[in-house]
């Protein structure tokens, strides 16, 4: 049993880092819906309505793409970003999250039982 927990863990933990890696090259890949705006003339922006536009941060900027480049984000979607949303960002570094907590968990248990 104790070769066979060498074996899996590892293994479980490349996969899940390979998913991980590939995630994260997906999100480079994507496009920026405001590609148009390469410089945004002069920072701070003064806007006079609302054109809200939700950065790859999570956060969302009230005067559009300028305010967006102007604060150096790309931009994932034109609107405000969702409430509990961090953005299309976000799902690499919660995967890593994810697997390090399983590896804890995996580890924990493996003591646990006197597999180590």
């Known amino acids: 049993?104790?070769?066979?927990?060498?074996?899996?863990?590892?293994?479980l933990l490349l996969l899940f880092c390979l998913i991980?890696?590939?995630?994260?090259a997906g999100e480079k890949s994507s496009g920026d819906v405001c590609n148009t705006?390469?410089?945004?003339?002069g920072c701070p922006i003064n806007c006079?309505?609302?054109?809200?536009v939700c950065g790859a941060d999570g956060v969302t900027y009230w005067c559009g793409c300028p305010?967006?480049?102007?604060h150096g984000?790309?931009?994932v979607k034109t609107g405000a970003c969702d409430a509990g949303n961090a953005?299309?960002?976000?799902?690499?570094?919660q995967a890593l999250l994810l697997i390090h907590i399983v590896w804890l968990f995996l580890?924990?248990?493996?003591?646990?039982?006197?597999a180590f």
Request: aromatic share 6%; net charge neutral.
């Open 1 to 11: 049993m104790r070769s066979f927990s060498w074996i899996i863990i590892p293994s």
């Open 20 to 24: 991980g890696s590939s995630q994260a």
């Open 37 to 41: 705006v390469s410089d945004p003339g």
């Open 48 to 52: 006079f309505r609302a054109d809200p």
């Open 67 to 70: 305010d967006a480049a102007c």
């Open 73 to 75: 984000a790309r931009v």
């Open 87 to 93: 953005g299309s960002a976000s799902v690499p570094g």
């Open 107 to 114: 580890l924990g248990l493996s003591l646990l039982v006197g």
